[in-house]
C-alpha cells in the first residue's frame, strides 16, 4: 500500500500519540505503508512541525521529521493543472498521483472530487480500515 500524508496527519499525531493518525504514521515509519513525499511536501512538513503555536518538544519535531526522510520514498510530481480550495494542498495530490498512492488527510474537503486526478482520498480512520480489510 502506498500513501502521502497530508501534513494535519502528522500534527495530529504528535497532538494525540495513540491516535488514528498516530496510527498511520506509525504505519509509514515502520515501513509497514510505503510513503511518498516531494521536497515541497518535507518543507511543508518541516515547516509546520517546528512552528511555535504547537509548542511540540523540539525534540520530539525533529525526530519525527527524521524518520519520515528515512522511511519514505521521494518523487518529482508532475503538475496537475486543478483548482484546489487551498492551493497549498496541491503539492500533496501531486505527489499521490504520481506514487499511485492514497491520499491520507483530516480535510477531506480540500480536495474536492472533481479535482483529484484519480487519486484517492481517505480519512485516517478509512485508511486504517483499509489496511485492516487487506489483513496487513
Known sequence: MNAVLDTNILVSALMTPGGHCD??????????VQGYVDL????EYEDVLLRPEFAFHPGLALE???????HVQT?????????LPHPSDLPFLEVAHEAGAVLVTGNERHFP??????VVVMTPAEFLDLLGRRGQ
Request: hydrophobic share 55%; charged share 25%; aromatic share 6%.
Open 23 to 32: 496510527q498511520v504514521l506509525r504505519a509509514v515509519v515502520d515501513e509497514f
Open 113 to 118: 472530487p472533481k479535482a483529484r486526478h484519480g
Open 75 to 83: 518523487v518529482r510530481a508532475g503538475p496537475l493543472f486543478v483548482r
Open 40 to 43: 515541497r511536501v518535507l518543507a
Open 64 to 70: 519525527t521529521l527524521a524518520a519520515i526522510r528515512s
